[in-house]
């Protein structure tokens, strides 16, 4: 089973910028497509973006495209979301969850997609 862990998130000022990492343990992600989701109180949990396992395809939200970017280092499990340009909406806790099989070029975005998901870390935006 993959265990995944998100670190990275904090208090910044609209404009700022923060970087998420995900890391997991046990299976290797190396052959799983992995996405960003976040969600607010009361609110559902929404797709922010994903990288396919070979890491070529990358897929965003139009709420955060141009601003933030997914990449993935497989040789160390591990997973970014560089946030910039941060708006106060932007304010969630933010999942990183890791796909089903696929082919190298699949990007779900779609909850149902994903098998495992970290424990969430909160990034607050301030106006």
């Known amino acids: 089973q993959v265990q995944l862990v998100e670190s990275g998130g904090g208090l910044v000022q609209a404009g700022g910028s923060l970087r998420l990492t995900c890391v997991a343990s046990?299976?290797?992600?190396?052959?799983?497509?992995m996405g960003w989701f976040r969600q607010a109180p009361g609110k559902e949990r929404d797709f922010v973006a994903g990288?396919?396992?070979?890491?070529?395809?990358?897929y965003y939200a139009d709420s955060v495209k141009g601003r933030f970017s997914i990449s993935r280092d497989n040789a160390k499990n591990t997973v970014y979301l560089q946030m910039n340009s941060l708006k106060p909406e932007d304010t969630a806790v933010y999942y990183c969850?890791?796909?089903?099989?696929?082919?190298?070029?699949?990007?779900?975005?779609?909850?149902?997609?994903?098998?495992?998901w970290g424990q969430g870390t909160q990034v607050t935006v301030s106006s």
């Open positions: 990288v396919s396992w070979s890491g070529a395809n990358t």
């Open positions: 969850a890791a796909a089903r099989g696929g082919s190298a070029g699949y990007t779900p975005s779609r909850l149902v997609e994903y098998d495992y």
């Open positions: 046990g299976r290797t992600l190396s052959t799983r497509a």
